[in-house]
Nanobody, 123 residues
């Protein structure tokens, strides 16, 4: 089972990026999907989640109204659309999949993890 995160890069403040999380040997619509991030010198934190059993989503306060999590069942891929990026959004972003049906940011709930993709927001 693999989750492949991609789409990171260098973007100016105020810009946008869309991260992708592609799955192999795993049907993403059967899992709760979350995006976490880890900034330099900081602990990893959850930023967005979409529940397995519904389209219910959850966002960290720091990214609400700027980030949107979604998934495409046909492509077996989850996405994180990031708009209005700020320098403090600079981090390695990870996608993760959990069998639990509700959103949470407890890392121990997530069995499968992508390798991370680096997002740098800088002018």
């Amino acid at each position: 089972v693999q989750l492949q995160a991609s789409g990171g890069g260098l973007v100016q403040p105020g810009g946008s990026l869309r991260l992708s999380c592609a799955a192999s040997e795993l049907t993403l619509r059967s899992y709760t999907i979350a995006w976490f991030r880890q900034a330099p010198g900081k602990e990893r934190e959850g930023v967005a989640c979409i529940a397995r059993t519904s389209t219910r989503t959850d966002y960290a306060d720091s990214v609400k109204a700027r980030f949107t999590i979604s998934r495409d069942g046909a492509k077996n891929t989850a996405y994180l659309q990031m708009n209005g990026l700020k320098p403090e959004d600079t981090a390695i972003y990870y996608c993760a999949a959990a069998a639990r049906g509700i959103c949470s940011y407890y890392e121990s709930n997530y069995r499968y993890w992508g390798q991370g993709t680096l997002v740098t927001v800088s002018s």
